[in-house]
Every structure is written in structure tokens, then in C-alpha cells.
């Protein structure tokens, strides 16, 4: 930049062509920020539309449920003056008959059944065959003719159900995912406990994830520890094997736990070698042979091995910055090594252990490979459901609803953790 000059006239400091240097600096600082708006920008736009957007899209499909409003539009009007209590009047099954043949036509019968089944197990078939019959009703009276075709028809709850499934916008996929349903007076009530098993899906994701989180963490901290003290030489090849399991994919690694864990297979034969089988089974632990494979065991151990390295590393990282003076001043002061490992070293490490074990923590919330090889039925996680709901299902609204519980769980826990974490470090201060 052109050196400044003052001018005698008004004193205000000027570049050389005259311009005031405050209004100069204001540009050449504009010009700055513009550039790093251009460098940032496509790493921004990447983030908005490879996460946000699809976050975005997640909330809006687990409330909009447009089926039934946009395939029986008649019989969604004549629904909306009827009280629920008796069957609705003839209007509706009028309604009803004209909706379902042009739903016939369209070959839409079998999209309204799937959406009323979601609610009422087993009507999408008859759904389908009324629309296929339907079209041998001509005139009225109405409401007979089609109680003839099908008795659930003749149910106050079938018009109840189509009734609550009317809007475009439903609460239906978040309340079904909390096991909660709404009824026919819009009140909300539990579902009965033979069908009620989203809340112990949750609670079984989460739990899973905090005990994998916990054991990478006591696993992992002497090795990050070790690492960071070792002569480098000695840490260079133990970091080799640290990194080692990034060379094999996740199937891979799930698939070896897989032979790993079969009945009569290594770790079986291990515990038969070394007597454990055989002490157990005296003790009253087990009867007969180990079930390693298809149990909750199985799943937590092959999960740890996976997430071990990205709660190690971040920690590593923190202590290779902590100069080693601070442990021979503690000890220089009278601290033995334990005391002062533990109020001197341990809290400079803090910030490496809350970011390993939140990165852990948020993966193993996404695990659904690893259950489903080598978990059983009652080991699997959220993220399986969804996947099922998508890929085999074909039902994004409950798929999406899943997903707004998951979402919601975990920024409800990151929320306590950063109170926990603050109330911690205003005790250290």
C-alpha cells in the first residue's frame, strides 16, 4: 500500500491518491475477506448440500404422508364432518367408491393399502381386492354394497384410520417410532407392550455405543499414553499396528470377527484349550459349549476393535503437546507419580478424550453391518431398522421418523455432555 500523508488542510490521514487511509484499509480488508469467502466457499457449498440438505429432507419426510389426501380426495372431505363414534354416513361411502375407482384406474389401490397398513396390519390386501371389485357398484346405496365387497369396511375403525391419515402432514411416523399412536379424538395414548419395541431399539443403540465408547477408551488411553512416551523409533512401529486395521475395509474386519467367534471356531478352541470352557461349566456359568457367535459379546467386542484407533488417536495427538516438565515439577514439589499423573497429566489430556470418545460415540451410532453379522436378533441396532425400512419396506416416512429420533437423542446427550464438561472445568478453574 501507497505510503500515507497528512494534509494541513482538514488532518485527515491520506494514502497517495488521495483517498482517507481509514476508508483504504476498509477496502484493502474487504478485498481479504472476499478472498477467503472464495476459498471457503466450495467446501461450504459441499456441507450444505452432502449434509444439511439431506438433513432437511430427513425432517420434512418423517411428517408429510400425502397418500391418502392425494388418492381419496372426496372421501378426505366427507370424512372431516363425521364424529367417529358409528359409521359414517352415505356420503362418505359415496365418496369412498368414486375415490377407489379412480385409484383403480390409476393403480394407486396398492399405495393407499400400504399407508392404512402401516396402522392397521393386514387391510392392504383388502384394499387392493376392493378396488378390483369395486367397480361393480353403479348406484347407490352405497354403504351396503361395499361392506359386501369387504366386513372391514363395516368397522368405525378402518374410517377412523383413513380419517387420521387424511392430511398431508402426519405426526404418525414420529409417534409410531416413540411407540405412541394417536386416536381417533386426536388424543395420544401408548401402544400395548406386545408392540411396542422403537424405545428399547433406542435404548439399545445408545447403550451399545456408550459401553464401546468406554472400553476404546480404557483400552486405547495406556496406548495413546505409551505411544506418546515412547523414543520415536519404538513409537513409530507401534503406530503401524494402531493404523494397521485402516488397510482392511469394515466388511472385511466384521467378516474375520465372524470366524472368529463361530461356534468351534478359534476363540471357542482357545477357551477349551486354556480350561475356561471347563470351569465355567463347574461353576454353573455355562451348560455345554460357549455361544460366542450371534450375541451381544460378540457385537461389542467386534465394534471395539473397529473404533479403537479413532478414540487412541485423537488422544495421542493431544499428548504428544504435553511437555514432560510438568510431571518432574509435580514430582519436584512432592507428588508421587500417581497423584500427580492423575491432577497434573490426566487433565491436560481431557480435550483428546472428549474428542475421541464423541467421534466414537457418533460412529458407533451408525453401526448396522457389524450387528447384523455378528449380533443376533435382540443385538441389533437403530441404523439396521432403518436400513430395512428403505431398502426392504420401501418406507422412507418411517425411515426418516428413525432417523428425527436418533438425531434428537444424540443432540440431547451432546447437550448434557457440554453441561457436564462446563461444570467440570469451572471446578478445575
Not at 483428546?352 to 453401526?367: P, S
Request: contains cysteine; hydrophobic residues 50%; glycine residues 6%.
Amino acid at each position: 500500500m501507497a505510503m500515507a500523508q497528512a494534509l494541513p488542510n482538514d488532518g485527515v490521514m491520506r494514502a497517495a491518491d488521495g483517498t482517507p487511509l481509514k476508508v483504504a484499509l476498509a477496502r484493502a480488508e474487504r478485498a481479504e475477506k472476499l478472498k477467503a469467502m472464495a476459498l471457503v466457499l466450495p467446501l461450504f457449498a459441499f456441507i450444505i448440500f452432502s449434509f444439511v440438505v439431506p438433513i432437511l429432507i430427513m425432517l420434512y419426510n418423517s411428517v408429510y404422508d400425502p397418500d391418502v389426501a392425494e388418492n381419496m380426495p372426496q372421501t378426505v372431505v366427507a370424512l372431516k364432518s363425521w364424529d367417529g363414534k358409528d359409521l359414517p354416513p352415505e356420503e362418505v361411502f359415496a365418496a369412498f367408491v368414486a375415490d377407489m375407482k379412480e385409484a383403480q384406474r390409476n393403480k394407486q389401490t396398492a399405495l393407499i393399502g400400504k399407508r392404512l397398513n402401516y396402522e392397521m396390519s393386514g387391510i392392504r390386501s383388502k384394499v387392493v381386492a376392493t378396488g378390483r371389485k369395486i367397480g361393480s357398484i353403479e348406484a347407490a346405496p352405497y354403504r351396503d354394497q361395499v361392506i359386501a365387497i369387504d366386513k372391514v369396511w363395516g368397522e368405525p375403525e378402518t374410517w377412523a384410520t383413513i380419517k387420521r391419515s387424511a392430511s398431508d402432514y402426519t405426526p404418525f411416523y414420529i409417534l409410531s417410532m416413540l411407540d405412541l399412536r394417536q386416536n381417533p379424538d386426536g388424543s395420544i395414548e401408548a401402544v400395548p407392550a406386545d408392540r411396542a419395541i422403537y424405545k428399547s431399539i433406542l435404548a439399545r443403540t445408545l447403550g451399545i455405543s456408550l459401553l464401546v465408547t468406554l472400553l476404546t477408551l480404557v483400552l486405547g488411553y495406556p496406548v495413546a499414553y505409551l505411544l506418546a512416551t515412547s523414543p520415536q523409533r519404538t513409537a513409530s512401529i507401534l503406530m503401524i499396528f494402531v493404523l494397521l486395521p485402516f488397510w482392511t475395509s469394515l466388511l472385511v474386519r466384521t467378516t474375520a470377527w465372524m470366524v472368529l467367534m463361530t461356534d468351534g471356531g478359534v476363540f471357542a478352541g482357545l477357551l477349551h484349550l486354556t480350561g475356561i470352557t471347563w470351569f465355567l461349566n463347574l461353576i454353573g456359568v455355562l451348560n455345554g459349549e460357549p455361544q460366542l457367535f450371534k450375541t451381544r459379546f460378540a457385537t461389542v467386542v467386534a465394534m471395539t476393535h473397529i473404533q479403537l484407533p479413532f478414540t487412541l488417536l485423537p488422544i495421542y495427538s493431544v499428548m504428544k503437546t504435553i511437555s514432560p516438565t510438568y510431571m518432574r515439577a509435580a514430582k519436584s514439589l512432592g507428588g508421587t507419580p500417581f497423584y500427580s499423573f492423575i491432577r497434573v497429566y490426566m487433565p491436560q489430556t481431557l480435550p483428546g478424550v472428549a474428542a475421541g470418545c464423541l467421534l466414537t460415540f457418533i460412529l458407533c451410532l451408525g453401526y448396522y453391518i457389524t450387528p447384523a453379522i455378528v449380533g443376533g436378533p435382540t443385538d441389533q441396532m437403530i441404523s439396521g431398522f432403518i436400513e430395512r425400512a428403505i431398502n426392504s419396506e420401501n418406507n422412507w416416512g418411517k425411515a426418516s421418523a428413525l432417523g428425527v429420533i436418533l438425531l434428537t437423542a444424540t443432540l440431547i446427550l451432546y447437550y448434557v455432555y457440554n453441561k457436564l464438561v462446563g461444570i467440570d472445568r469451572m471446578k478445575l478453574g
